[in-house]
């Protein structure tokens, strides 16, 4: 079946660090975002692209970056982590039905934990 | 003030009851409207979609949509255990697949 999966589903790190989370879907969606969710925030967008080579920034994208070489992956980098960064972080992707109509499918997660 | 506002609750019911669940929003632009259901440390998954104003049924599920008074509504009708989660509203604006807006999300938990 196709599927929606981000690694590491779990990941500590340290202040300063560079860290990369992996989104891989098997759909062939073009569309994909990364959000994340915080307590007292809901979700909020970082990052989304509308297919390969295309990226854009989203509410909360400072200290982020992603880069999309092919369909299925759209890596999300923290290029120097800090504590304000730990969140849990949602992966999604969509199709471009036409109408508004594009549901985003959501990934399982991965919580990271900047010390 | 947020563009989407969610009574985070909790909210808790017994089983069978009918259950109201709303957000509100301050965006006009906003006309494609959205609950997603979340178990705890899942992903959220769609439950109901919805374009513009009116409603809209999905077995136990009816969602409804208030453009005039900028006020979405999600009803559980017969509610089960197994429906104890974190309901989020979500929104946007344009016709593309743009990123969405989210409600802070509402705990509900049904009692047996």
């Known amino acids: 079946d196709a599927e929606i999966t981000q690694s590491p589903r779990h990941k500590i790190t340290e202040t300063g660090r560079q860290v990369t989370l992996a989104c891989h879907q098997t759909w062939n969606h073009n569309n994909m975002f990364w959000y994340r969710q915080d307590l007292g925030h809901g979700l909020r967008l970082i990052h989304y692209?509308?297919?390969?080579?295309?990226?854009n920034k989203g509410e909360v994208s400072d200290g982020y970056s992603v880069s999309r070489s092919n369909t299925e992956d759209l890596p999300l980098t923290l290029e120097s982590a800090a504590s304000s960064q730990t969140s849990v972080y949602f992966c999604?992707?969509?199709?471009?039905?036409?109408?508004?109509?594009?549901?985003?499918?959501f990934g399982p997660g991965t919580r990271l934990t900047v010390l | 003030q947020k563009e989407v506002e969610q009574d985070p609750g909790p909210l808790s019911v017994p089983e069978g009851a009918i259950v109201s669940l709303n957000c509100t929003y301050s965006?006009?632009?906003?006309?494609?409207f959205m609950w997603y259901r979340q178990y705890s440390r899942k992903g959220p998954e769609l439950l109901m979609y919805?374009?513009?104003?009116g409603n809209k049924e999905d077995g136990r599920f009816t969602a409804q949509v208030d453009k005039s008074s900028k006020y979405i509504s999600l009803f559980i009708r017969d509610s089960q255990p197994s429906d104890s989660a974190t309901y989020l509203c979500?929104?946007?604006?344009?016709?593309?697949?743009?990123?969405?807006?989210f409600g802070k999300g509402t705990h509900l938990i049904i009692q047996p």
């Open positions: 979500a929104m946007k604006s344009g016709g593309g697949a743009d990123g969405l807006t």
């Open positions: 965006n006009s632009a906003f006309q494609y």
């Open positions: 999604a992707s969509s199709v471009s039905a036409g109408g508004g109509t594009d549901t985003q499918y």
């Open positions: 692209s509308y297919g390969v080579q295309d990226t």
């Open positions: 919805t374009y513009s104003s």
